[in-house]
């Protein structure tokens, strides 16, 4: 799945995953799992904006959102739309 991302949106969804990557999500102490890892290895390598996911990466992201405490920014509610059309757009 393919999504195209502002720069806003990019720097929301860092955000999120810095708080709850270094926010003790697996206890008390910074861990990521492999699949965290390979988000922002992408996040890090987009090519025009345009983010390739899978299903699972999407969900991934999405509770990364939950670190926002549902005080969200424009760029944080069109990155969750975005998110969200695509995981309900499967068949």
Known sequence: ???????????????????????????????????EEIILKKISSMKDNTLTLTEQEAMIILGWSDSAYGILTMEEYSVLRKLKSLVWKRP
């Not at 799945?1 to 697996?26: F, R």
């Open 1 to 35: 799945m393919d999504i195209y991302l502002t720069e806003g949106e990019i720097n929301a969804i860092k955000v999120w995953a810095d708080n709850t990557i270094h926010g003790g999500h697996w206890g008390d102490g910074d861990l990521m799992v492999p699949e």
